[in-house]
């Protein structure tokens, strides 16, 4: 049975391996310094404010994580909920744990919109936020910095 619960300080070690896990994965377009993840992690033990983490156990063995930002948005009328990565180590894949850490997500941070990025050829990513009800924006985004 799937546990999940949030992040906590004794998580370091399995918060590193999952994070820099997904960051050598095709789910990202390149990896991140070592130290953009420690900052992630100092900044949610400091506060929660604006980011926060759910890690996913299967018995004792951490399996996956969600990292959540919340924003507001005044087009959406409210809490923007941004799931910035959500991974599941490759040999727990297909047991429906992606599946459940979304859901636990929306259900824990009720909220009028929901967002995430994806890359283009993650299918079953996109197969998983399709059937979750995700949709495609209608337009492009822009960035300035890192």
Not at 27 to 39: D, G, L, M, Q, T
Not at 110 to 134: Q, V
């Amino acid at each position: 049975m799937l546990k999940i619960r949030q992040l906590e300080a004794r998580d370091k070690e399995v918060y590193f391996s999952l994070a820099s896990a997904f960051y050598r994965s095709n789910a990202v377009i390149h990896p991140v310094p070592v130290k953009n993840i420690e900052a992630t992690f100092n900044e949610m033990m400091r506060s929660r404010d604006y980011v926060d983490c759910y890690i996913a156990f299967e018995e004792e063995k951490a399996v996956g994580f969600s990292l959540i930002a919340k924003t507001f948005s005044q087009e959406a009328g409210g809490m923007v909920i941004w799931v910035e990565e959500i991974y599941v180590y490759e040999h727990f894949r297909g047991k429906g744990y992606g599946n459940e850490l979304m859901k636990y997500i929306e259900k824990h941070f009720p909220a009028p919109r929901y967002r995430l990025e994806i890359e283009p050829d993650n299918d079953k990513a996109r197969k998983l936020y399709e059937r979750l009800g995700y949709k495609f924006l209608p337009y492009e985004q822009m960035l300035k910095g890192i």
